[in-house]
């Protein structure tokens, strides 16, 4: 069996988006499911905290790690069962989640070329039940087969059990800290189905020949490079405020004082607001403090413009919190995880 490398003083700088410069007291690159649950049966990591990572891509560190962090490599894609109008695919955890779309646009299974170009991997999905373009993972999600951390037992939760919501999951919250996502099902069609609705998605599409999965995810791409920085570029960990989801006669009120709202219907008298446009309201859109700022083409992404550290760009975002919440009553929650 091959031995378990566990490293310390790690630095971490290469593997979070962000580029923030911190160390983890102890570090653990795991490639396989044993690998973790040797990991975590080890008494001398028991009882210290754990942080799981995989792609760095939704994460802040703003200070060093005292404890391990367990960064999640594993991959494999299998075709779990399949008949004539929908296949089940097994995505172990470590898979990155973009290569995993593009083996799905080339085998033709329709239901997640709408989520191109995210950075991250496959576990991160339904902890984060990520979305874009009027898809969910939710949306597609059948399984998650998660390990239990305190006894090391394995459980498969359905999709209701997962409790999906807006960038949310049961993961997130009750079940925080005790489960690590070690593959995730999904059920994608094997006949042409597609979701243009959403923004200006449509109209790209006006550009291309023909409707086909190849052309829906450079679509998508296109679409998202020409508004969203490289984080190989500009440092960044893509949109780092929630689009916030208010009561109907708040938004009835606001609607008053700015006309302009943009605005999606949300469950029964709720309206979802674009967290954006808010940002942008208060003049945050393309401003630099210190270090840190506004990307100038999209007012969600925050860039670490000049090695920044953390603490800094967490400050940075409180400004933003402060000020959108002085301006509209609306306290806007961050998507990126603060560690």
Partial sequence: MKELQVVSNKNLKELNTFRINVCSEYFAEINSVSEL???????????????????????????????????????????????????????????????????????????????????????ASPV??????????KDVIENVEALEIDT?????????????AYRNSVFKQELKNKYIVSN??????????????????KEKMKEF??????????????????KL??????????????????????FQN?????????????KENFVKLAAAQLIEK???????????????KQALIIVNQNDANGKEIADFSLQIQNSVEEKFGIRLEPEVCFV
Avoid: M
């Fill in 37 to 123: 649950e040797r990991v975590l049966s080890c008494p001398e990591y028991k009882n210290i905290e754990k942080f799981i990572l995989g792609g760095g891509s939704n994460v802040l560190f703003t200070e060093d790690f005292k404890g391990i962090v367990i960064h999640i490599c594993f991959k494999g894609i299998q075709i779990w069962h399949e008949d004539e109008k929908s296949v089940l695919l097994k995505v172990a955890a470590g898979e990155n989640w973009d290569d995993f779309v593009e083996f799905c646009v080339l085998n033709n299974y329709y239901g997640i070329e709408n989520l191109s170009a995210i950075h991250g991997r496959v576990g």
């Fill in 128 to 137: 984060q039940n990520i979305g874009a373009y009027g898809v969910e993972a």
């Fill in 152 to 164: 090391l037992k394995t459980r498969v939760f359905s999709n209701s059990d997962c409790k999906f």
């Fill in 184 to 201: 995730v099902f999904f059920r994608l069609s094997k006949v042409p189905v597609f979701n243009l609705k959403y923004g200006n998605l």
């Fill in 209 to 226: 020949p023909e409707i086909s999965l190849r052309n829906i995810r450079n679509s998508i791409i296109e679409i998202r490079n020409s």
């Fill in 229 to 250: 920085p490289s984080p190989e570029e500009f440092p960044n960990a893509g949109s780092f405020f929630k689009n916030p989801v208010i009561e109907l006669y708040l």
């Fill in 254 to 266: 606001l609607k008053i004082l700015f006309p302009d709202l943009i605005n999606f219907p949300d």
């Fill in 282 to 296: 208060c003049g945050w859109k393309g401003k630099t403090v210190g270090k840190t700022g506004c990307y100038e």
